[in-house]
């Protein structure tokens, strides 16, 4: 099909949906590494993790062989208010770059929630509901996570509790507000509701709280409250399986237009966007079928991939969930407070870790400073204004275009943008004052944080 | 084709996005006033506007003859960014409320603007670009509009400065920095840039601004600066005009379906949406060749359709603009304090004015706080967080929608959601909180806001 013949924006009918998600393990040559009891340090069972997660996700989190996962038809629905999301022709961007590249972009944000996340909270409602429970407990930072399990748990009748970190709840209240529309329950974290928050707030009483404590939060608020399970929105890989939901639409919308991808870029925190985006073109190319370059992009200030071990590793900084084998900079690593707080993970999804230790996959970072200028220059010609955490897929796919420039070459580059940044307009701010800044970690703070990784 | 088929959104292609805009005056019986020079109170030439208006909008603005316009190539462009704007059956709210009635809502907040303003903003910056200009200016109040423009002006190269009441510009940041990530220039109103400007500040020092004055400054900005034009969100004919591109699209896709409207409802500030979402409607009902209910929802706290007079007034409170003849409050008449600031303006658009006046279309005054709690319940199943301003055409919808669960009519609602809420949370914080209020204006503060209508 010629080029003319591509809308600017594909968009799969409803029957295009994908009925099912796809599970990248069954298809790899290593598997990923299992989780293990931080206890016994023994793989952990689904015994083990029945007090804290429902049955049907632990049963996906533990699933390496079964490839497809059928979507049930509630979720379906559900995503039918906002999938097939489009894959965007960004004739704009080639035109203002004066590349022969193609570049699309899989555009993730047009949903309340702003983001990916809602692909897989509408999906851990779901099993909570199946299973008869009457709530969900989470954590959030800047909110996104929160603000998709709300809309989630509202839609299937669930009690949400969320826990956020108390700057972010002070200093973030339009979040907050959202997912109270939503019916959600927000406690700044740390709280006196439960042991963990108590403790904290004894011996740090001033505290403006963390993502670590906030775990904590929810998972003993999850544990000791009968028909209440605790779910996450990253790192996982039951989270990585909903979010295939965004690679296998855009490779059918790809196909769908005799279109080939050659690079393929997302921005990589905790790994569930970049795997969901890259999990069937990955199994193309596991199987042989096909190349790909595929790209994960980190910030300078948080790089798991490029600077981090593969070791296994605490989850959370309360060492009260399983530990992972991933890419990591330690559980104690403490990123510079930069704007992109989907980003400041210090560790990576165990698919993807493999996948990367096993060279099917690069890693880049780049600086602040610049995401946010590829930011502002995609949305002056794209409209879309992005989320600083998409930006950097941004940011590399401008780099990689403009490579192409260079060599005359008409690859085709396929980003994820993950979600808009409504609600980061005070980092926008910075930008425009001039007043932001990047950070590296020095070689002494990443050592400083691998120092105690568990001994396993 | 059976309700089984009608998907969750009906979207257009890109080859059924409107080649034309329609222009209901063109087919309307009794024609709107013409607008008066406020000076001879003759009807207003097109060599009165040009020092003010681009040539190719005025043109428009007075033109009633015409029934088609050519949208031209690089708006049509542009528009496929975000358009055709999905068409949503309301499956969820169906449900929850138990109705055999049909709900359809037009979703025009998929863009970063949040709203359907773009569709004339981008308009207006090609017309001003095709003209040769350097700029345009305008005035925002709580923002929408100013984003827009800034959005439709860095894509087609145009300088964009915007005065934006100062109240808004120090309370609402957020929006601001939307404006600035897209290149325009920001400045509090009142400022010291303008004569009018200044003399404001001189007689009073402390003041927060008012629209009226940021009007003002805009108007004067454009007047004496070479290669600018002053352009405007709303009321105008011509914005309606560029506005039907969400009627024409709406009627595209029911017609596609087989669907037929019964009831057709929208919210009504300067009437730019509501005149966009039914004019190919009205143009059946006035042909005779369909009957449609069309209700225009107003605050109970602005209520110029049902509490004010059919007659010639200011545009603005500078009395600068030309006089038109609409329903009005009166340009004096100060609005309480409610949070859907796109319906707070005195008047209402022309066109609308005279339909209303002809029997044609009814309207009804909605409360705050029952808006809110509408949005609210409307969130919780559709997904979509909606603005205040779109919010009463969903309290109106689920209204008449609830009358059909006691009658058992199966009737057909479509209803303009006119943009997202993400902005709005503080207000949405204070319904959470129980802090809202509700506000009707005395008769005595109606008669006063009419005492100084110009003598016509």
């Known amino acids: 099909m010629s080029n003319e013949k591509i809308p600017y924006k594909i968009y799969l009918s409803e029957s295009e949906l994908p009925k099912q998600w796809y599970n990248l393990r069954a298809d790899m040559v290593n598997k990923p590494a299992p989780l293990l009891n931080p206890e016994t340090l023994k793989p952990i069972t689904k015994e083990e993790l029945s007090g804290v997660f429902c049955d049907a996700l632990i049963d996906q989190e533990l699933d390496e062989n079964t490839a497809y996962f059928d979507i049930p038809t509630p979720i379906r629905d559900f995503y039918k208010m906002f999938r097939p999301a489009p894959l965007i022709r960004a004739y704009c961007l080639e035109e203002k770059l004066g590349t022969p590249a193609k570049i699309y972009y899989k555009f993730e944000g047009n949903n309340t929630s702003g983001s990916h996340k809602l692909n897989s909270a509408i999906a851990q409602a779901y099993y909570a509901k199946e299973q008869g429970l009457k709530g969900v407990t989470t954590e959030t930072g800047a909110g996104q996570w929160g603000t998709a399990l709300s809309m989630a748990s509202a839609y299937f009748g669930l009690d949400c509790k969320v826990y956020m970190v108390k700057v972010s709840y002070e200093q973030k209240p339009f979040r907050r507000e959202v997912m109270r529309t939503y019916g959600a329950t ?82 990589a925190g905790g790994g ?98 610049e995401v946010f200028a590829a930011a502002e220059e995609f949305a002056r010609v794209e409209g879309i204004l992005p989320a600083p955490e998409s930006s950097h897929a941004i940011k590399v796919a401008i780099d990689e275009a403009l490579k192409c420039k260079e060599t005359g070459e008409a690859k085709t580059i396929v980003f994820g943008l993950t979600g808009t940044g409504y609600f980061d307009m005070v980092a926008y701010e910075k930008f425009h004052d001039g007043k932001m800044t990047n950070y590296a970690p020095t070689d002494e703070e990443i050592e400083k944080g691998l120092a105690n990784l568990p001994k396993v």
């Open 272 to 369: 569930s966007n970049l795997g969901g985006l890259i999990a069937p073109f990955m199994r193309e190319k596991i199987k042989g079928e096909r190349d790909y370059r595929i790209i994960a992009v980190e910030p300078e200030s948080c790089p798991s991939f490029t600077r981090g071990k593969y070791a296994y590793d605490y989850c959370d900084t309360g060492m009260i969930c399983p530990l992972a084998k991933m890419y990591t900079l330690g559980s104690g690593f403490i990123p510079a407070a930069t704007h992109s707080g989907g980003l400041r993970y210090h560790g990576m999804n165990p698919i993807l870790s493999q996948l990367y230790d096993d060279g099917l996959m690069e890693a880049v970072t780049v600086k602040q400073t």
């Open 186 to 267: 927000v406690t700044p974290s740390p709280s006196m509701e439960t042991e963990v928050g108590r403790k904290i707030l004894e011996k740090f009483p001033g505290t403006t709280g963390s993502l670590g404590c906030a775990i904590s939060e929810a998972v003993e608020k999850a544990s000791k409250t009968e028909g209440y399970r605790y779910v996450l929105g990253s790192v996982l890989n039951q989270v990585v399986l909903h979010q295939t939901v965004i690679g296998l639409e855009t490779k059918a919308a790809l196909d769908k237009y005799n279109e080939k991808a050659d690079i393929i870029i997302g921005c």
